[in-house]
């Protein structure tokens, strides 16, 4: 069954702390990228990979960091240095080429206590 | 920079009613368009993507979209709507000066059908 999984669900981070946010994709797509969705905003490009071990920052990068050691996976880490982290996180994956169509995974919320 | 401007933020019709939502992108040279909905707790999917060749394009679910150049627009169209297009909709939009793709999504607009 081929797709996009994110873990997890729903995720709480204190004051001061470091989460991941877990994307896996079975799908052999090169790119992946990783969405920030806030009511009225729309989805804002956090960070973005076109192939392993490599990846680069999108409009909203600050507070966030990423790693693409595997082609399937790409991780997201919400920093301390992110001061408004509450959010529906969303990640996808693509073939990279300017026509291919996005796949999305199911999102993880997080939310700060 | 590319942005994606969608003007009706929330829509409310009854079922049978005539869709259109708006978008409208700021770029330009060449685009590729797509319109991305969200139903309530689903992923987040395709409806129907323009490239090039007819302005008129077709995607699932009896949506339709049309690209018009000279307006800079994609709006999205369904001659009569369901209970179960309750959903959010997105439009985004990829220039092909970048290279790659990466996409400036709109702001959305959430549909409520009312049975």
């Known amino acids: 069954d081929g797709g996009i999984t994110q873990s997890p669900k729903y995720l709480f981070r204190k004051e001061g702390q470091n989460v991941t946010l877990s994307c896996e994709q079975n799908l052999n797509h090169d790119a992946m990228y990783w969405y920030r969705q806030d009511p009225g905003q729309g989805l804002r490009l956090i960070y973005y990979?076109?192939?392993?071990?490599?990846?680069q920052k999108g409009d909203i990068a600050e507070g966030y960091s990423v790693s693409r050691e595997k082609k399937e996976s790409f991780p997201l880490t919400v920093t301390s240095a992110q001061k408004n982290p509450t959010a529906f996180y969303l990640c996808?994956?693509?073939?990279?080429?300017?026509?291919?169509?996005?796949?999305f995974g199911p999102g993880t919320r997080l939310l700060v206590l | 920079a590319q942005s994606v401007s969608q003007h009706n933020h929330h829509v409310i019709l009854s079922e049978a009613a005539s869709l259109e939502l708006g978008c409208n992108y700021s770029?330009?040279?060449?685009?590729?368009l797509f319109w991305y909905v969200q139903y309530p707790g689903q992923h987040l999917q395709l409806l129907l993507k323009y490239f090039s060749g007819d302005p008129l394009v077709k995607g699932i679910k009896g949506f339709e979209a049309e690209f018009i150049k000279s307006k800079f627009s994609f709006n999205l169209r369904k001659p009569s709507v369901q209970w179960s297009d309750t959903a959010e909709y997105f439009c985004a939009v990829n220039a092909w000066g970048t290279g790659f793709q990466k996409l400036v999504f709109g702001t959305g607009t959430r549909l409520l059908v009312s049975p």
């Open positions: 996808a994956s693509s073939g990279g080429g300017v026509q291919e169509t996005q796949y």
């Open positions: 770029y330009g040279g060449t685009v590729n």
């Open positions: 990979s076109q192939i392993v071990n490599d990846f």
